[in-house]
């Protein structure tokens, strides 16, 4: 996980509470910025014709207001399907879907699709991006993974460099790992204070509000493998030597924070679960059942955002290309 941190911040209040005059004015003259209204949060409404989908992806979905117990999540989760097999051409009709769909974002320039992926060490965030975009156009698709922060980045606001890295319009950017790390890196490392990460949860909420205004969907995945799938792979890869370098000894490191992180994980989730910028808890032990409710998610998302080509430009019926 990232290390990204700024030990030195500190919050300014949003209001001052002495001067009830000032803030009732501000407050007339700056109403609350107008919700969303495409209905994204709940794509399986607009691309289902008889909900739920198969996979059942709305399953997984965690309403606002609610609390997430990764407890209560079985990673072993599979629905009726058994084997990889059983969802090969399932998944290639939603990685076909979404290959279609992308080609229309990226002509119709006007929308775009940021997706965050965050799990544990060996989660499958870049095994993910491999087994659900396959066919899609690079030239439209982009993907950021986000390390320790640079000195400069240190020396802006945590969420500067996240922003950076935003979707154009007629983009699909993937976040392989994201701004969620400032809530949880930072808070199982003891890098900065709690008052300071438990304030960038409504920092977080405003920021991917701000996003959507601007025509810009998000989706988040956390991908929830259990420790004891966590084990069979680390040691996968210290069985293998051509998996040598996937390994790294501050993984055990991480693996001993497991409890911490599981509750830093639930406390982000239940606090930035919107209807505008919705999070998806994906049981993930099992690699194809994940890409596949991922793949379809997707999918369907792409479809209730409804992007369409431009008009051709007008006359062309009547052009005659010279030898």
């Given at each position: 996980m990232s290390t990204g941190a700024d030990p030195g911040a500190t919050v300014t209040p949003l209001a001052d509470a002495s001067t009830p005059t000032d803030q009732a004015q501000t407050q007339a003259d700056a109403p609350d910025a107008p919700?969303?209204?495409?209905?994204?949060?709940?794509?399986?409404?607009?691309?289902?014709?008889?909900?739920?989908?198969?996979?059942?992806?709305?399953r997984y979905r965690v309403e606002p207001g609610t609390r997430l117990d990764l407890s209560r999540v079985d990673a072993d989760e599979s629905e009726h399907y058994g084997?990889?097999?059983?969802?090969?051409?399932?998944?290639?009709?939603?990685?076909?879907?979404?290959?279609?769909?992308?080609?229309?974002?990226?002509?119709?320039?006007?929308?775009?699709?940021?997706?965050?992926?965050?799990?544990m060490d060996t989660g499958g965030k870049d095994g993910t991006i491999r087994g659900v975009f396959q066919g899609v156009n690079p030239q439209g698709?982009?993907?950021?993974?986000?390390?320790?922060?640079?000195?400069?980045?240190?020396?802006?606001?945590f969420l500067w460099r996240y922003h950076q890295k935003a979707p154009s319009r007629g983009m699909i950017t993937i976040f392989n790992r994201s701004h969620y790390e400032e809530v949880l890196v930072v808070r199982v490392k003891g890098l900065m204070p709690e008052d300071v990460w438990r304030h960038r949860y409504a920092m977080i909420?405003?920021?991917?509000?701000?996003?959507?205004?601007?025509?810009?969907?998000?989706?988040?995945?956390?991908?929830?493998?259990?420790?004891?799938?966590?084990?069979?792979?680390?040691q996968s890869r210290l069985d293998d030597p051509s998996k040598h370098w996937k390994f790294s000894s501050n993984d055990l490191k991480e693996r001993a924070h497991w409890d911490a992180y599981m509750a830093a994980f639930e406390d982000a989730v239940s606090n930035c679960a919107t209807d505008y910028a919705p999070w998806y808890v994906v049981p993930a032990n099992n690699k194809w059942y994940r890409n596949l409710v991922i793949a379809r998610t997707i999918a369907d998302t792409l479809e209730a955002m409804n992007p369409q080509f431009p008009p051709a430009e007008s006359g062309l019926e009547r052009i005659t290309i010279a030898d």
């Open positions: 919700a969303r209204a495409v209905p994204i949060g709940a794509p399986e409404t607009v691309a289902t014709d008889d909900p739920p989908p198969d996979p059942d992806y709305p084997r990889k097999k059983d969802v090969k051409d399932e998944l290639d009709t939603q990685r076909k879907r979404i290959e279609q769909l992308q080609a229309r974002l990226y002509g119709e320039r006007r929308q775009s699709l940021l997706i965050v992926l965050q799990a698709c982009q993907v950021w993974s986000f390390k320790a922060p640079s000195t400069e980045e240190l020396e802006h606001d909420n405003e920021f991917e509000h701000a996003l959507t205004l601007n025509n810009t969907t998000i989706i988040k995945f956390y991908l929830h493998i259990s420790k004891d799938e966590q084990k069979r792979r680390l």
